[in-house]
């Protein structure tokens, strides 16, 4: 168990909704990153914040968000799903901005 | 643009042998490697890390080999056990960012 906790852990939706992801950082872990898992695409880093501020962006679409509040969990906010959203969302966290990240065990997005 | 690019895709080792996965990349500002496992269902977990200054490290049965000229890496796992069967992914790091290959699905044979 990384001590990273992603809710939920399974998400059926259908194309045109809005859903958020959750997560908790390991305990004293001031960055969030956010990653995107898909067959076709391996491992997409998408935004990383860090004690609340945005740190760093990926590959993340506009219909996508995040923020990260000020007891450091972090949402992931997802809108207007298309077909292709469809992967496993997952969220790091580590001590300091530049140290070694830590994952949850992420959250498979289905969009029908 | 793939930044790190990972071979082979997928790679069946005997029980015992040697398991290789090697990644290439451009960018010299890379300042950070690290390797993850990733078991079916499960979060990848950091494996093993090396930085650019140093040609190997070496954890247990596994080993980063680092080649800075040629800008390349490698993962070895040494007597390779059924229960590494995973996907295996390289990354690197700049500016925060990590910039992970595409994975290599390992398969253990008994």
């Known amino acids: 168990d990384s001590g990273v906790t992603q809710t939920p852990k399974h998400l059926i939706t259908a194309t045109g909704q809005r859903v958020t992801l959750r997560c908790s950082p390991r305990?004293?872990?001031?960055?969030v990153y956010w990653y995107q898992q898909s067959l076709d695409q391996g491992l997409q880093f998408l935004i990383q914040?860090?004690?609340?501020?945005?740190?760093a962006k990926g590959n993340i679409l506009e219909r996508f968000s995040a923020q990260q509040f000020p007891d450091l969990h972090s949402e992931l906010n997802l809108s207007s799903l298309e077909l292709g959203d469809s992967a496993l969302y997952f969220c790091?966290?580590?001590?300091?901005?530049?140290?070694?990240?830590?994952f949850g065990q992420g959250t498979r997005l289905t969009v029908v | 643009q793939q930044q790190v690019k990972q071979s082979p895709q997928s790679l069946i080792v005997q029980k015992g042998g040697i398991s290789i996965i090697n990644c290439a990349y451009e960018?010299?500002?890379?300042?950070?490697f690290p390797w993850y496992q990733q078991f079916p269902g499960k979060g990848p977990a950091l494996l093993i890390a090396?930085?650019?200054?140093?040609s190997e490290k070496k954890e247990g049965r596994f080993t980063i080999s680092f080649n800075k000229s040629a800008k390349q890496f490698s993962l070895h796992i040494m007597d390779s056990q059924p229960g590494d069967s995973a996907t295996y992914f390289c990354?690197?790091?700049?500016?925060?960012?990590?910039?992970f290959g595409s994975g290599t699905k390992l398969n253990v044979k008994p």
């Open positions: 090396i930085r650019p200054d140093v």
């Open positions: 960018n010299t500002a890379f300042d950070y």
């Open positions: 990354a690197a790091r700049n500016f925060n960012k990590f910039y």
């Open positions: 914040y860090y004690n609340g501020e945005e740190r």
């Open positions: 305990s004293g872990d001031l960055s």
């Open positions: 790091a966290s580590s001590v300091e901005a530049d140290t070694e990240a830590f």
